[in-house]
């Protein structure tokens, strides 16, 4: 069975080739020219450029690409899940469908699973990692979906952002909010429910907002002890270790994940974002 994951993840390049995971990476257009995400560019030079005041754009996968890959799937006769980007944020799963449906047309049988996750960055790459251990316990194709699916149902994304202006500038939350936000250290922290990125609170100070993340986690949070969290940020890795010891203060989870965000989220979200991954109820 093939499992494919698009660069929105937020997982290394060295996990999708240690894994048997085939990435799909969105683009990034900067400085007039466009690169593969993970591939072509890290999300370093991303944050880099946008501190000198570049402000980069992104576009979903290719739809030549997406063709392309389903008829060799089609022609393997293997089984194949795709677990894409959230739909409210990006336009590449509904480019998935589509293209899986012409390739359906002219080959029937084959067995490909679409799931839009409406999940981003480690939320989302929480949600491959287990796809691929389920595949690893032997799970067929239509048992991963259903795992997947309940999983992706309850996925939390806590995440608060350095500067809502880059926000903004993406169309992400409004201007006014934005400006507010810049005013007397205001953090935003914010969620995503139905796919879509929604502001919760406004807290003064980074530390605050830090504090409220984990009250808000232990707030949904279901056994959170028997859990993996992931926390991803920009390029702000000494900020993300600080924010796993203060959780550790409060819970011992089983494990937690830190990882860059990649260059596409992180185009939008900006340098300093920090974000908090969890489950809000756990499957059995």
Same mark, same amino acid.
């Given at each position: 069975?093939?499992?494919f994951?698009?660069?929105?993840?937020?997982?290394p390049?060295?996990?999708?080739?240690?894994?048997?995971?085939?990435?799909?990476?969105?683009?990034?257009?900067?400085?007039g020219?466009?690169?593969d995400?993970?591939v072509?560019?890290?999300? #370093?030079?991303?944050?880099?450029?946008?501190?000198?005041?570049?402000?980069?754009?992104?576009?979903?996968?290719?739809?030549?690409?997406?063709?392309?890959?389903?008829?060799?799937?089609a022609?393997?006769?293997?089984?194949g899940?795709?677990?894409?980007f959230?739909?409210?944020l990006?336009?590449?799963?509904?480019?998935?469908?589509?293209?899986?449906?012409?390739?359906?047309?002219?080959?029937?049988?084959?067995n490909?699973?679409?799931?839009?996750?409406?999940?981003?960055?480690?939320?989302?790459?929480?949600?491959?990692?287990?796809?691929?251990?389920l595949?690893?316990?032997?799970?067929?194709?239509?048992e991963?979906?259903r795992?997947?699916?309940?999983?992706?149902?309850?996925?939390?994304?806590?995440?608060?952002?350095?500067d809502l202006?880059?926000?903004?500038?993406?169309?992400?939350?409004?201007?006014?909010?934005?400006?507010?936000g810049?005013?007397?250290?205001?953090?935003?922290?914010?969620?995503v429910?139905?796919?879509?990125?929604?502001?919760?609170?406004k807290?003064?100070?980074?530390?605050?907002v830090?504090?409220?993340?984990?009250?808000?986690?232990?707030?949904?949070?279901?056994?959170?002890?028997?859990?993996?969290l992931?926390?991803?940020?920009?390029?702000?890795?000494a900020?993300?270790?600080?924010?796993k010891?203060?959780?550790?203060?409060?819970?011992?989870? #089983?494990?937690?994940e830190?990882h860059?965000?990649?260059?596409v989220?992180g185009?939008?979200?900006?340098?300093?974002?920090?974000?908090?991954?969890?489950?809000?109820?756990?499957?059995?």
């Amino acid at each position: 069975m093939k499992i494919f994951a698009d660069s929105a993840s937020d997982l290394p390049q060295s996990y999708f080739e240690e894994n048997d995971v085939e990435l799909f990476p969105l683009s990034v257009l900067l400085d007039g020219k466009e690169y593969d995400d993970i591939v072509e560019i890290n999300s #370093k030079e991303v944050f880099d450029a946008i501190r000198q005041g570049q402000q980069p754009k992104t576009s979903q996968v290719s739809p030549d690409l997406l063709m392309k890959t389903w008829k060799e799937l089609a022609a393997s006769g293997e089984d194949g899940l795709y677990i894409a980007f959230s739909s409210q944020l990006s336009g590449t799963y509904q480019t998935a469908v589509m293209t899986s449906d012409q390739v359906k047309e002219g080959n029937p049988s084959m067995n490909l699973v679409l799931i839009d996750s409406r999940c981003a960055s480690l939320g989302y790459g929480l949600l491959v990692k287990e796809a691929v251990r389920l595949r690893e316990e032997g799970l067929n194709v239509r048992e991963i979906e259903r795992k997947i699916r309940a999983m992706a149902s309850h996925m939390e994304h806590l995440f608060t952002v350095e500067d809502l202006d880059y926000l903004a500038k993406g169309g992400r939350v409004s201007k006014a909010s934005a400006f507010f936000g810049g005013l007397l250290n205001i953090k935003p922290l914010l969620h995503v429910e139905g796919g879509k990125l929604v502001p919760i609170e406004k807290l003064r100070g980074r530390k605050k907002v830090l504090r409220r993340m984990i009250e808000v986690m232990e707030e949904r949070g279901s056994n959170l002890e028997e859990q993996t969290l992931a926390i991803s940020h920009s390029d702000d890795e000494a900020t993300a270790l600080e924010f796993k010891a203060m959780i550790e203060e409060v819970i011992q989870p #089983k494990a937690i994940e830190i990882h860059q965000i990649g260059s596409v989220i992180g185009s939008h979200a900006g340098p300093g974002t920090i974000a908090l991954f969890f489950l809000n109820k756990v499957s059995q």
